[in-house]
């Protein structure tokens, strides 16, 4: 019961989580390389009117369909990515 208590307490002085996409990404630039920042960052802020993809974006995508059309389908599956 204490243990209940005590969870509760912490919850309760806790600061509240912001979870806006420039704090993620914030978070996330220590962890992840240029080129997956780039996508993911494309992931957070595009929707499907507006894809204008780097670049790099464009490359990547592509050069991962010359390797493998089934890695391509695989990974586009789960993130956006540009066109075949």
Do not use: C, G
């Amino acid at each position: 019961m204490q243990k209940i208590q005590k969870l509760k307490a912490a919850a309760n002085t806790s600061p509240p989580i912001t979870t806006t996409a420039e704090s993620i990404l914030n978070a996330a630039k220590h962890f992840l390389t240029p080129l997956q920042m780039s996508l993911f960052r494309a992931q957070l802020f595009r929707n499907k009117s507006q894809r204008r993809w780097s670049m790099k974006d464009k490359l990547f995508a592509l050069k991962l369909h010359y390797k493998s059309a089934a890695a391509f389908r695989l990974v586009s599956r789960h993130l956006n990515l540009p066109s075949e």
